[in-house]
């Protein structure tokens, strides 16, 4: 792999400058083309999924109630059971068929993203062309902390929106205040504390989802590259051919593993964004029959968070 020449096993996730002004300032980066073409891929293969789903022509009989394509079946799979099993006991029907597209939507693309970035397409372009060499597509673009702070900002307009749609302006503030809104007034002074807690708690929901996602990508590929290195660096300190032959094997047998771990970390980091988005978006909402709920669950939720987190 190109990146033994510098010894750092970082530098393969970094993103690559393209183009940059004359102060050095990015302009297109490596990054940058790579979202545009993941989600060219995306919307493309979320399309053809659609028409599958679709119901066909009554010309095909019971044939057109059944989706098409093995990959359009597990798409459907995927989405029934996250809809069913995940968000609806958590958001409620109704919250659940209102937000399911975003939710759906920043699930897939977090995944084709981490997918592709399983790809070492920068890797091996210079390990054929040299080091030296650039391409303009590849990188796990969920490794980098403008990503995954950009979804996650969206996530956090989203729950705020959410917020106002579902308790109004005095029961968002009651939210931020902890209730105290409603207290005496001369209980008012003591939301000089409350409030700027739980402005920080508002925070920090988006700041863990980004933090989260960018710390799983960047360290499962930097894993992989310390690993692929051990080989490289045996034969850097002299070891002989036997022990650089069995230092490569079991490091390249680890990195395999750490390969199978890597896609499983892919679903798993998609799947976690998603699900705290709505489950942040629950802590915003009423908590009677209509939505499923009840107050005394809002610590469950907390609860789930924190051991998902």
Known sequence: MYFLASGDPTEHVKDVVLWATADGTPLLTMHMVTIVVVTAVFVLAMMK?????????ESDGNERYITKGRFSQMIETMV????????????????????????MTVFFFILFNNLVGLIPILDMTRLVFGRDTTTWFGGTATANIMVTGALASLSFLLIQIHG????GFKGWAAHLTGGL?????????????VVPVELVGHLIKPMA????????????????AVLLGFGAAAAKG???????????????????????LELFVAFLQAFIFMF????????????DEDHEHEHD???ALEAAAGSIG
């Open 209 to 224: 989802l980004a933090i989260r996602l960018f710390a799983n990508m960047v360290a499962g590929h930097t894993l992989m």
């Open 80 to 103: 029934i059971y996250l809809r069913d099993e995940m968000l609806e006991p958590v958001l409620g029907k109704a919250n659940t068929k209102r937000y399911l597209p975003y939710l």
């Open 181 to 193: 809104i409603d207290e005496p007034w001369y209980i008012w002074p003591v939301m000089l504390i």
């Open 297 to 299: 669950e809002e610590p």
């Open 276 to 287: 705290l988005t709505a489950v942040f978006m629950s802590l915003l909402s009423y908590h």
């Open 49 to 57: 999924v659609a028409k599958s789903i679709a119901t066909g022509p």
């Open 238 to 260: 002299g070891s002989g051919v036997f022990g650089i032959g069995a230092i490569t094997l079991v490091s390249g047998v680890a990195a395999v593993l750490v390969t199978f």
């Open 164 to 167: 106002f749609r579902e308790l």
